[in-house]
C-alpha cells in the first residue's frame, strides 16, 4: 500500500492549497482498527465549496495519482470491501449545502450533495413536504451524497420505494476531473439509459456526487402505527393476510423484541408486525378496524403524536448496532429466514441482534452487537453460506475494519455470466486511474 510520510503530504497540501484556502486543507490522522501492523495513518481532509474546486481538486489528484475517498462526514461509518490503497485525500463536502432548485409544485428539489438529511427534511417541510426516506443514520450529520453512494433505505420503503425511485437526477464529478449531468432534472424525461441510477449504492467508487434532484411527497396529513405482536407462525399469516387484502401500509415492518410501543409496554410476544397508515383519518380507521380483525386485542395504536417518537427510539436502538447485516430472499420466507439467523447469532456464537424485515419486499436488516472480532468472523461466514444454501443472499452493509478484514462483504450468488466484468468496465470508464476508494465494491472493484 501507498505510505506517505507527514513530509509528503505537506508538500501535497501546499499544493492543494492552490485550489483551497489553507483553512480547508487539513492533515489528519485516522485510526486503524483492523487486523494490521500500521494502526495510524495520516491523510489529508480537503472541504471544497464547489463543484469547480472538486474539479480542480480531482484533476490535481489524477496527474499526481492520488488516490481520494468522498466522504459526507463519516456519518456512516466504513463500508465496503478494505481498501485497495489508502486514500491521501478525504474528499469532505460538508461545505457543499445549497439549494440549487426548488419547486414544490412539481415535487423536485436539487441540493447539493453535502446537505444533510436533517436539513432537507426541514427545508421541505415548510412546504408541507418530505423527502420519503427513513434511514436507520444520524440525520443530522448523514450528507444526501451518502445517503446516495450507500443506497440507504428504510421501512418506509415498502410503500415509497427506493432512492432509485427518488433520484431523478445526479452531477458528478468523474475520474477525469469533468463535471457531468445524469438523469433529469424534470420528472420523466431521460431519453436512453438512466445513468444516475449507477451511482446509487457505488459507495464513491464512480465519482464524486455533487448534487442531487430528488422526487418528494407531500407529508401525510394523518401517519398512524398499528403494532401487532405475535408468534412468527402469527405474524407470517397475518402478512399473507394483508397482502391478499384491499389495504396499502406505508410501512409493513417484522420487528423483534424492541421497546418501543409507547410507555415501553412489554408484550409477552417476541415478535412485533408493524403497519403504518399515511393517509387520512378514515383510511387509518379502516386498516385498524381490518387490522383487528386479525390480531384482536392485542393491538395496539400508534398515534400521530406518537409516531415520531417511535421511529426516533427506533433509529437509536438499531443505530447502536457495530454490524449490519442485509438480507434478501422471496417475501414468503424472510421473516423465517431472519428469525433462524437471529437464533443462530445467539445459540451458536452469543451475538445478540434486532431485526428490521420489509415483509413485502423480502428485504430486512439484522442489526448485531458484539466487540468480539474473531466470533463475529466466524460468525458471518458460516451464515452467509447457510442463507445462499437457503437461497438468500446476506451482504455486510456496514462492519468495523476488524471484521471486514479478510471477507469479501459482498457475497452475492447472482454476481454470475459477466456481472463482474461489466462492472469494472463501468469503473474503468468513469474512474479510469482508479482514484476513488479503489477495491472497496464488489469483487474488489
Ligand atoms: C488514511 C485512511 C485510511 C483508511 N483506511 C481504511 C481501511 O483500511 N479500510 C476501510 O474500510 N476504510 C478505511 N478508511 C476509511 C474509508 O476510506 C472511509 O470509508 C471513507 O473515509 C469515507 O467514510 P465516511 O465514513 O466519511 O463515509 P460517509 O460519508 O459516511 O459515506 C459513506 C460512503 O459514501 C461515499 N460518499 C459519501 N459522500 C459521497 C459523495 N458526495 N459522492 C460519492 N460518494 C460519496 C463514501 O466514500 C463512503 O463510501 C481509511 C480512511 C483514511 C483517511
Known sequence: MDRFTRN????????????LSSSRVRIEQFVNDGNEEEQVWSFIRVLPSSESEIMQIV????????????????AMGSYGNIPRQRPVIVLDTHNLQN????????????????????????????EGQMLALDPVCDEETTTIGAIVATAKSGPY??????????????RVVLGDGTAVKMGSHVVKNVAGYDLSKLFIGSLGTLGIITQCTLKV??????????????????????????????????????????????????????????????ENEASARFQRDTLYQLAGQSLQVIGPLEVDDFWR?????????????RLQTQPAHIAS???????QLKADHDITSHISVTLPEGIGRLFLKTEHVDEAKRALTRLRQWVQSQQGTLVIEKAPLAVRHGIEVFYSPRLQDGALELMQLVKDQYDPQHLFNPGIFVGGI
Not at 509528503?8 to 485550489?19: F, G, K, Q, S
Not at 414544490?104 to 453535502?114: K, Q, S, Y
Not at 401487532?228 to 402478512?239: D, K, M
Not at 427510539?313 to 447485516?325: D, F, H, P, T, W
Open 8 to 19: 509528503d503530504l505537506r508538500i501535497i497540501a501546499n499544493r492543494l492549497e492552490r485550489v
Open 59 to 74: 484533476q490535481m489528484a489524477r496527474t499526481q495519482g492520488w488516490r481520494m475517498t468522498p466522504s459526507g462526514g463519516g
Open 313 to 325: 427510539e427506533y433509529r437509536r436502538i438499531l443505530g447502536a448496532a457495530s454490524i449490519v447485516l
Open 217 to 278: 411527497k407531500p407529508i401525510p396529513r394523518y401517519r398512524e402505527l398499528c403494532a401487532l405482536p405475535g408468534t412468527l407462525n402469527e405474524i407470517i399469516s397475518w402478512q399473507r393476510a394483508i397482502m391478499d387484502s384491499s389495504l396499502i401500509p406505508a410501512c409493513f415492518e417484522l420487528m423483534g423484541e424492541i421497546p418501543l410501543l409507547p410507555g415501553n409496554t412489554a408484550t409477552s410476544s417476541p415478535w412485533t408486525l408493524i403497519i403504518g397508515s399515511d
Open 337 to 343: 429466514l431472519a428469525s433462524n439467523i437471529q437464533h
Open 99 to 126: 439549494i440549487i432548485h426548488y419547486a414544490p409544485e412539481d415535487m423536485l428539489i436539487t441540493v447539493e450533495a453535502g446537505m444533510t438529511l436533517h436539513k432537507l427534511q426541514h427545508i421541505l417541510a415548510q
Open 157 to 170: 420503503r415498502a410503500h415509497y420505494g427506493t432512492l432509485r425511485d427518488m433520484v431523478t437526477g445526479l
